[in-house]
């Protein structure tokens, strides 16, 4: 526990005026960002007498080794850098709300040549209009199903559009009139994309005067005696007052505004947010979070407009915002707000009338999704807390382990050979920190070899970093680095295609780019300018679990072993979880710990070795597929899988491609003479020796490749 008194600046360094701080631990990761009108009052709060402070508020300071900071011009900029580093070093004493669930929007493509609606989850696209988040994806299948009578916008793939195209024939939507199917030509696409645009019109609010055309046109209709027409408007009508029943009426005057309420005790705070739009609630979403610094109902609703808003841009900032309680400097928020949208918006606390009202039912919302948070959780913690305290108690640690990495090996009959690592921290999975790794010490299969490989590699880069951080230097002859065991590489340290911390640009969402705008300075004191090895960002390989857990027995271990007692690390326990009676296996010891079946400890075991046991699986299925989709065309430099396809395409195969000549090849577009000799060059090396014999018929097996090996 450090002393804070070590690292207060002196009063006459800290700048009288508005800026941004950072707090950082002993191995310089950020633990807490904050902003100020004037840093030097601000930052002399957090050195008063420990008795004075906050339990929190003690907790990181004395937690923190080093505290820097940033000046900028006004409080605006201030809060835009204080959501950018929370958004960038995820610091861990910064309350932080997370969704407690991905919210689906009911989204029109409009940057398509035939808009399609559909679903949509996660992060929004460029071209897109979307509207809600909606609570359950259902509601949202069962407002289009009733519109489409009205609207019928294409709501297929790409796929079933294309095969409908290429047949002839619409799909069964097409049949039945939901769909006005573009696909056969049936409208034109300004006819369709017109179409798209009065459902997108009618799911923004504007519904009153579309329904007023409608009863004109089935009135003129019935006078003309055209029945079966004005039967159709008819059901048309009442297919979209259906609809619109869906979102009820909340607020006469047509507003369009965002509600936000919180309910909190003094450790976990929860918010739901309305989203109104013509006066009608059109999505609602909540999010959860721990009170992990001293943060009143003021502070947890900027917090809330940060992660709110902080993505947002344009109409997805409502022209009000209505709230609990007005933040600090509401004046800087509002203007902040007004930037992301373009335009003004109000931010205020509604005193009275149906606003007030709705905010009370936001409300109630909030408080009931805090207690069945708080019901579910204390049953996730406690049997989290009682798992990790049973494995301390199996394994004999001196306390329970709260950060488990598990090593698995994968490979087909010895091609392909990586490994993976996996991070659970407090019995969660953080996959942020997964790490793959490709076996490069050997060729062929063992298992036993490969694990001390990827343990010595790992730990390798741990004692790197920890000498790069001036935490520890190396005992002579053990080293931090050594040829093919590294851990550097193209597959070291990635987290895959699944988006598993290739770096930390991945793993931490904004990082890699430093902080920038009003207030850069040249690298000192609280310069944003700063070296990697001192940004505070998570470092890959720099933090040791209390326990290292292998996909295997009795070998496995003492290999896991053996090459952590080379590096000279014994502080960190090893065990192995053998499948074929999930025993529980340590160094040096002859017999097993069987822990028992229903023990949430060896539960919790097993989803680390499964998990381990699955991303090294999928990582070495990538690799397999990747080498038996090579082409003898991938090595001709300068050429792409444009021309690649341009050619297959042209010659129908590569025998043929084989067989053309020099200036056939120069005849594909885009291919210029100098491509198509390393074209032939390339082929002639990879050419087959002799044509295959079918030996039971004796027949000459003919090569109709298409351009894989």
Not at 619 to 628: C, M, W
Request: with cysteine; aromatic share 6%; glycine share 8%.
């Amino acid at each position: 526990m450090a002393d804070p008194s070590s690292y207060r600046p002196k009063p006459g360094q800290i700048p009288d005026s508005p800026g941004v701080y950072k707090f950082r631990d002993e191995h310089r990761r950020v633990i807490y960002v904050g902003k100020a009108k004037s840093l030097r009052q601000r930052l002399a709060n957090y050195f008063q007498p420990l008795a004075s402070l906050h339990p929190r508020t003690a907790t990181m300071v004395t937690t923190a080794a080093s505290v820097e900071w940033t000046v900028v011009s006004t409080e605006v900029e201030a809060l835009q850098l204080e959501y950018s580093w929370i958004k960038e070093y995820d610091p861990r004493f910064n309350v932080k709300y997370r969704d407690d669930k991905s919210y689906p929007y009911l989204a029109v493509t409009m940057n398509e040549e035939f808009p399609r609606v559909q679903v949509m989850r996660g992060q929004k696209k460029k071209g897109v209009r979307y509207f809600g988040p909606y609570a359950h994806a259902w509601a949202i299948r069962e407002t289009v199903d009733l519109m489409l009578r009205v609207f019928p916008v294409r709501t297929c793939s790409a796929g079933v559009f294309r095969n409908a195209a290429s047949a002839g024939r619409p799909c069964l939507l097409g049949y039945i009139g939901k769909c006005s199917a573009p696909c056969v030509g049936r409208v034109t696409p300004e006819e369709h994309r017109e179409l798209a645009e009065e459902f997108s019109d009618f799911m923004a609010g504007r519904t009153g005067a579309y329904i007023r055309r409608l009863e004109k046109r089935m009135t003129l209709a019935a006078e003309d005696m055209e029945y079966e027409r004005a039967a159709r408007l008819r059901d048309d009508i009442e297919a979209l007052r259906r609809a619109m029943e869906k979102s009820a009426v909340v607020l006469a005057d047509a507003t369009d505004a965002d509600l936000i309420a919180l309910a909190e005790d003094e450790l976990e705070a929860a918010v739901q947010i309305f989203h109104v739009r013509g006066g009608r609630v059109r999505g609602q979403r909540g999010w959860v979070t721990d009170k992990v610094e001293a943060v009143d109902t003021a502070g947890l609703v900027e917090h809330a407009l940060q992660q709110l808003y902080g993505e947002e841009s344009g109409d997805a900032v409502p022209k009000e915002v209505l709230v609990p309680a007005l933040p600090e400097d509401a004046a800087s928020v509002a203007a902040w707000l007004s930037g992301r949208r373009g335009s003004q918006v109000s931010l205020r606390v509604p005193q009275r009338g149906d606003k007030k009202d709705l905010m009370e039912t936001v409300a109630r919302n909030a408080q009931q999704a805090l207690v069945l948070h708080k019901t579910k959780r204390a049953s996730d913690l406690t049997t989290r807390s009682r798992a990790l305290e049973e494995i301390a108690e199996a394994l004999d640690l001196a306390s329970a382990p709260l950060r488990i990495e598990c090593f698995d090996i994968s490979h087909l009959q010895g091609e392909d050979v990586v490994a993976s690592m996996v991070v659970f921290e407090d019995g969660l999975p953080r996959k942020s920190e997964y790490r793959r790794f490709q076996i490069k010490g050997f060729e062929g299969q063992d298992d036993v070899r490969s694990m001390h490989e990827v343990i010595g590699r790992r730990f390798r880069r741990y004692l790197a970093e920890k000498d790069r951080a001036g935490e520890w230097a190396p005992p002579a002859g053990t080293g931090t680095t050594g040829p093919e065991g590294d851990g550097t590489g193209p597959e070291d340290g990635t987290g895959g295609p699944e988006g598993l911390g290739r770096d930390l640009r991945d793993a931490v969402p904004g990082s890699g780019t430093g902080a920038t705008g009003p207030g850069d300075a040249p690298p000192g004191p609280g310069s944003p300018f700063e070296d990697p090895e001192e940004s505070g960002r998570p470092r890959r390989f720099a933090y040791p679990p209390q326990l290292v857990v292998v996909d295997g027995g009795q070998p496995q271990v003492a290999a896991a072993r053996r090459a952590l007692d080379e590096l000279g690390i014994d502080d960190i326990a090893v065990c192995g979880l053998a499948k074929r009676l999930e025993e529980v296996w340590l160094p040096g010891e002859d017999d097993p710990v069987v822990l028992p079946r229903s023990s949430e400890g060896l539960y919790l075991l097993q989803r680390v070795r499964d998990t381990a046991h699955d991303f090294a699986i999928r990582y070495q299925r990538s690799k397999r597929t990747k080498r038996l989709r090579s082409s003898p065309l991938d090595g001709v430099p300068g050429l792409g899988d444009t021309r690649k396809q341009a050619l297959i395409k042209h010659f129908g195969s590569v025998k043929r491609l084989r067989q053309a000549t020099i200036d056939q090849i120069c005849e594909v577009p885009g291919m210029g003479r100098k491509t198509a000799e390393a074209v032939v060059v390339a082929l002639a090396r990879t050419a087959p020796a002799a044509p295959a014999v079918n030996t039971a018929t004796g027949e000459i097996m003919e090569d109709d490749g298409d351009g894989t090996a």
